[in-house]
């Protein structure tokens, strides 16, 4: 795809999935930029790539939302998991320093080596398999793209909940550049810095640059006196180089790496429960974001990889070939019972390595007929190297030493056919066959002591394999009743891979999980395209929901029976006038399982262990029955420069963590605001800026220890501001 740069008269600026000018800077064109025929006054074009291809989202028949580079400066989102603050309809959680996801109330909390997510996570056209790897600072982002719903025919693993598309900064053939430092409470410190440009005619590079560290924690443990929630360091860097040799050629090579060291993931036992480790002392009291304990407590590691795009213009058809390795490794180190006694430590180490390949064919015409078809391979091994629960109160060291494998082959295919005036019929599939396998697992005890202990005995568990065979589909119509409404209705289908829990070596493996999705939705503009209106009705069938279960230090999956979930979403733009922009999102779902017989289940005050028992008609684990945000941006014009000035409050109605829903994270509100001066050049920008700013905690990950009843919890940042100094070329 060629990148061509334009100059308009207006930023881009996107909420909730609706993109807004902003005056006064100048914005690069691509896969999202807007016409430079758009009035400054309305609303302008979005571009996507929700079905492979450079589209217009109005004209697209999935529900998609997007954000912008200058919508996440804007609303100080630096941070992957903060996306839900733009895109309500998506949850995004640290679960013990794994990405977790839901939209629309399909997703989960199940982590561990080979767990994938439900819904997908693609960087540049790059499936991130590790959900330990996908704990992003959000730097040199160009745009994402969150399309909702299964998403079974064009996309490599088959989500079930969605796709999370990031798109990053492109070199262009005038050399760019900009470096931002940030300054915050908890002696914060957070610094960017990218520049590209053309090194020949055929050949432009760039490098984008982050750092961070955080001083101070949020919160003290009592035992030590050491800070807790703490950054000691951050630090990633990425590199794409474009190479035209010739016209209609072009190859797109990419380098990315990132290394963290850090105690976000500090987890307490969850107030008012009571501690199965220690159940006598009763209640465990609210302790802030402080804690109580005498173990470790780290979460350390690296992630990278590299990629190489191939696009070749072939007259009326465009062929595709990307091609991406990635490996990773984390170090988990924490206290696991959470208290001050010294009763059961994890040291757990996981490796992750994976290759993947896509291959497309895809027609350029812009008549009646529009296709892609496409090929997908995925290969992958993760696994524990190792995972040591020491349990001084049962004298023994428990090592556990397991990977998992995946080898993933697809075909895929989908055509859109004008059969009406208007009126477009696309029809698309996937096959796709898969073999998942645990290999080389074992389980040692020692006797627990300095250096690990003699060892006692070594079990080894057979290798053991899990294949799958699926077709999946897609069918939708629309029809544009005027140039400014368009609507849809579609029908999906999706799955994803079952697999094995490679805490417990020699365990039965879970199986995969199936959606099918019913949709009707609407995209319009009125109003001189002053107001942009996109909503979405939809009802799921779910079956074999896959669900995580902590037992004796590991998160496992099992399956969950059957769910039905319906509801509405939808995204609201209006320029009020040329300088104010009000955007809002907003979610309502019945997220219910109907069938859960087997479900694990935890009394609410804990501290016993669990019992099997029936979850049907509680909500599913992440699913938030209302959802929803308003963003306000008003650009006011200085004697010298500009001062745009952003707000944006988000609620949650809250949601569970477990299916027997006694862990819950009550509805919520977060308020970010920024306000930031221009310099008339544009060159120069300082701003000031906060989030959270209710100072409200919220829990991003709560568990329940089926062995003794013992309910632990992380939390989300609390209220956080600063300045940042920018200056850009």
Known sequence: MKIRRVLVSSSIWISAGLLIAVPGIAASAGASAESAADAPTGLAEIVVTAQRSNENVQNVPVAVSTVTATQLERATITDVRDISVAIPSLTLTDTNGYLTSSIRGVGGNSIGPGVENQVALYIDDVYYGSPAGSLLQLNNIHQIDVLKGPQGTLFGRNATGGV????????????????????????????????????????????????????????????????????????????????????????????DYSSTRNTLETGVVAPGRISGWTPAAGPIPDLGYNADFNGPNLHQGWDGGVSLKWDQD??????????????????????????????????????????????????????????????????????????????????????????????????????????????????????????????????????????????????????AELHAAKGTYRVSLDHRFTDQFMAYVSYNTGFKSGGFNTGAPGSAPYLPEKLDAAELGMKSDFYDRRVRLDLAAFHYSYSNIQVQQLTRGAITTINGASASLYGVDGDISVAVANNVRISSGLGWNHPNFTSFPNCPIVPPQGGVPSHAGSCAGHQIPLASDFVGNVAIDYTVPLASGSLDLNANVYYNGGFYFTPDNNTRQGAYAQTSASGTWIAPAGHLTLAAWGKNLANKRVSTYEAENSANGSADAIYLAPRLYGVTVGYKF
């Not at 078809?373 to 629960?389: E, I, K, P, V």
């Open 164 to 255: 999370v598309q990031i798109s990053t900064r492109d070199p262009t053939d005038q050399l760019a550049g900009d470096v931002n430092v940030s300054y915050g409470n908890y002696n914060n410190m957070f610094a960017t810095a990218y520049i590209g440009g053309p090194i020949s005619d055929v050949l432009k590079a760039d490098i984008a640059l982050e750092g961070r560290h955080q001083g101070n924690g949020w919160g003290t443990n009592s035992y030590n006196g050491q800070q807790i929630f703490n950054i000691d360091y951050e630090y990633a860097w990425r590199s794409k180089v474009l190479f035209d040799p010739i016209d209609g050629t072009r190859f797109t090579l990419i380098g």
């Open 314 to 463: 072939l007259g009326p058809v465009q062929f595709v070939n990307i091609a991406a390795y990635r490996r990773s490794m984390y170090n988990f180190d924490f206290d696991y019972d959470y208290s001050p006694v010294n009763l059961e430590n994890i040291y757990a180490r996981q490796l992750d390595r994976q290759f993947s390949e896509e291959f497309r064919l895809q027609s350029k015409s812009s008549g009646k007929l529009k296709w892609v078809l496409g090929a997908f391979y995925f290969d992958a091994r993760a696994g524990w190297n190792n995972f040591l629960l020491q349990a001084y109160d049962l004298g023994l060291n428990i090592t556990v030493r397991n990977f998992q494998t995946t080898q993933s082959t697809a075909g895929f295919g989908q055509v859109t056919y004008e059969v009406l005036p208007d009126t477009n019929l696309t029809v698309g599939a996937r096959y796709t066959s898969e073999t998942k396998a645990a290999v080389d697992g074992s389980t040692t005890l020692g006797v627990v002591g300095p250096g690990g202990g003699p060892s006692i005995a070594t079990t080894t568990a057979a290798d």
